[in-house]
């Protein structure tokens, strides 16, 4: 693997990178960083290009201090920036959590970059709009996106050396071995760069989600920057779901075939938000037959 960077957009991103042939991109979510694929970026390396870039605002790559650069219009075009600056006009685009709100917004903005879309507990945004302005149950387990757009964000999460979030993610998973502690290292010292936290947390704020949503009273997909009629997804797409999801329920799910004619989904009873770590083979051995 090699650690990158590039002038992508008007801003410097670092990204790391294994293999070569067609490329994958793979975005990762909040609060995570380049390194949540590390897994997928050894395995698909083999036989493609497998990129992970840290998004704007994470890690290594660039913080802007202006909240409307974290609009999803700039998210997208970072995404497409990217390819060409690695060469590229046509790729397979992985996304989870945020990662995954940008790569569904991408597929709709821009269906002639891509041959394939994966995305991994991430909701279309029409889909996102509709639970969060009408399902109680998702307006309840979407309530910590008030608490992470609101001006205490920072500092709770970073209290007690991140405790907040080390147990959002990794909670059993230390404990269970899905997550090493020199991966908890390796998340904390990515937090602990300055402007990180706040780099992630401007996602939720720019986008003004949560409920009850601002996103759903202006129409399905405003938070995402997209045109509410035009919101199909004309690629190929995978949808991996574990099932065990606490943030986004699997209510998400209902509908989605209206948005996406061609579409697969693989449901993981046992997995829950942070899939990709605790059932890597699976995902991996998922993405691996919708690609063939």
Known sequence: MKDEYGEVNGIRLHYVESGKGSLIIFLHGFPEF??????????????????????????????????DAYQMKNLIEDVRALAEHLGYKKFVLVGHDWGGGVAWSFAIAHPEYLEKLVI???????????????????????????LFRSPQAEAML???????????????GLKTGVFTEADKEAYIAAWSQPGALTGG?????????????????????????????????????????GEK???????????????????????????????VHERPELVNNYIREFLQ
């Open 34 to 67: 380049w390194y949540e694929w590390k897994g997928q970026l050894a395995e698909f390396g083999k036989r493609h290009r497998a990129v992970a870039p840290d998004m704007r605002g994470y890690n290594l790559s660039e913080k802007p201090s202006d909240l």
């Open 158 to 172: 970073a209290a007690n050396n991140y405790t907040f979030l080390v147990q959002a993610v990794m909670g059993e």
């Open 201 to 241: 947390l401007n996602y939720y704020r720019a986008a003004n989600l949560g409920p009850p949503s601002t996103a759903s009273a202006a129409g399905p997909g405003a938070a995402f920057g997209l045109d509410p009629p035009n919101l199909t997804v004309k690629v190929p797409t995978l949808v991996i779901w």
């Open 245 to 275: 999801d606490t943030a986004l329920l699997t209510s998400n799910l209902d509908g989605m075939e209206r948005f996406v004619p061609n579409l697969t989904v693989k449901r993981i009873p046992e997995g829950s938000h942070w899939v």
């Open 120 to 146: 991994i507990n991430c909701p279309h945004p029409a889909i996102l709009a509709r639970e969060l302005a009408g399902n109680p149950a998702q307006q309840k387990a979407s309530a910590y996106m008030l």
